[in-house]
Antibody, heavy 119, light 106 residues
Framework: EVQLVESGGGLVQPGRSLKLSCAASGFTFSNYGMHWIRQAPTKGLEWVAS????????YYRDSVKGRFTISRDNAKSTLYLQMDSLRSEDTATYYCATGLRVYLGFDYWGQGVMVTVSS | EIVLTQSPTTTAASPGEKVTITCLAS?????MYWYQQKSGASPKLLIYSTSSLASGVPDRFSGSGSGTSYSLTINTMEAEDAATYYC?????????FGSGTKLEIK
């Protein structure tokens, strides 16, 4: 059974850092691109960042470039999102997601982890 | 960035009624993806590559469209279909989602 389990969320002050993790199981993690997608409270879905299967290529939305870093450890089947210089507008539920049987879409999502940026 | 505009924003349907949600893209896209999100839950893929039904999705759901206009149809509304629906494209970077359509049961 495919599982994506996020962790590391919480309450953090503006300007501080937080690192999210997404533990994957049930598939060959190193074969698939992985993604972070977020959802602010009562708002819609917003793509944040993506990483290639090897980790050699990364992509970010403009509003997080230079502040967030996506990475992966294929030996541990774990995806990460290092979030620095956090802003109130980064407050959201963060989902990791992947497309195992779907190209350019996401057929597996984690349960999400809440990040609240507030003083 | 390709902007996806969904309509309606909110709608309600009676059991058995047909529902259509539209997603208009600001530029032409090759394919559209549709997700269902129930309150407090993660999004669930319904339709991929415009018209292919994801695994386990009831066949009352269907997708169609091309270019800049796409739609999701629920052939006969059921109470369990009450949710928010999102379209998504990745024909062009960055990947974008529509703003969502909230579907309620009458």
């Amino acid at each position: 059974e495919v599982q994506l389990v996020e962790s590391g969320g919480g309450l953090v002050q503006p300007g501080r850092s937080l690192k999210l993790s997404c533990a994957a199981s049930g598939f060959t993690f190193s074969n698939y691109g992985m993604h972070w997608i977020r959802q602010a409270p009562t708002k819609g879905l917003e793509w944040v960042a993506s990483i290639s299967p090897s980790g050699g290529s990364t992509y970010y939305r403009d509003s997080v470039k230079g502040r967030f870093t996506i990475s992966r450890d294929n030996a541990k089947s774990t995806l990460y999102l290092q979030m620095d210089s956090l802003r109130s507008e980064d407050t959201a539920t963060y989902y990791c997601a992947t497309g195992l049987r779907v190209y350019l879409g996401f057929d597996y999502w984690g349960q999400g982890v809440m990040v609240t940026v507030s003083s | 960035e390709i902007v996806l505009t969904q309509s309606p924003t909110t709608t309600a349907a009676s059991p058995g009624e047909k529902v259509t949600i539209t997603c208009l893209a600001s530029s032409s896209v090759s394919n559209m993806y549709w997700y269902q999100q129930k309150s407090g839950a993660s999004p669930k893929l319904l339709i991929y590559s415009t018209s292919s039904l994801a695994s386990g999705v009831p066949d009352r759901f269907s997708g169609s469209g091309s270019g800049t206009s796409y739609s999701l149809t629920i052939n006969t509304m059921e109470a369990e279909d009450a949710a928010t629906y999102y379209c998504q494209q990745w024909s062009s970077n960055p990947l974008t989602f529509g703003s969502g359509t909230k579907l309620e049961i009458k």
